[in-house]
């Protein structure tokens, strides 16, 4: 795949990731009706496909969850060699997990679970870290 279908794919899974964390909060006690009702199925399948169009990305795999709970998985388009992509085919996360690193461990910040200013080391102590050479994040492989 080309290096600018793997940018589009990454800015539409950033994209996605936002909007679900936005749209599908984890529902609380007191709340009784979704915030975003119309957000389903359809207007996922929609928003995908006319990014799509707009951005001649070839193929998606989206996967919406909600909680721990899947709640929408599509595949769109095809793949480089032409076929269907489906739910379950296999892309490359490439770069990716590095922004999904980086967002789950500032969501831990937010929490107060993770202090940035701690060492590595604290956070996850089965790990083996380098003790010289140039500053790398440290977070990246717990």
Do not use: F
């Amino acid at each position: 795949m080309p290096i600018r279908s793997h940018r589009r794919l990454i800015h539409l899974a950033i994209a996605l990731l936002i909007a679900s964390t936005a749209w599908w909060r984890p529902a609380t006690a007191h709340a009784t009706t979704p915030s975003h009702p119309t957000l389903n199925a359809a207007s996922i399948d929609a928003y995908v496909n006319a990014y799509m169009e707009r951005t001649d990305l070839p193929g998606a795999v989206v996967a919406v969850t909600r909680g721990d709970k899947v709640v929408h998985a599509a595949g769109y388009g095809h793949t480089a060699a032409g076929k269907a992509m489906t739910a379950r085919t296999p892309v490359p996360v490439a770069s990716l997990s590095k922004s999904m690193t980086a967002l789950a461990v500032m969501r831990l910040v937010e929490e107060g679970r993770v202090d940035l200013d701690q060492p590595p080391i604290a956070i996850c102590p089965s790990s083996r870290w380098p003790t010289g050479g140039p500053r790398r994040s440290p977070y990246g492989s717990c």
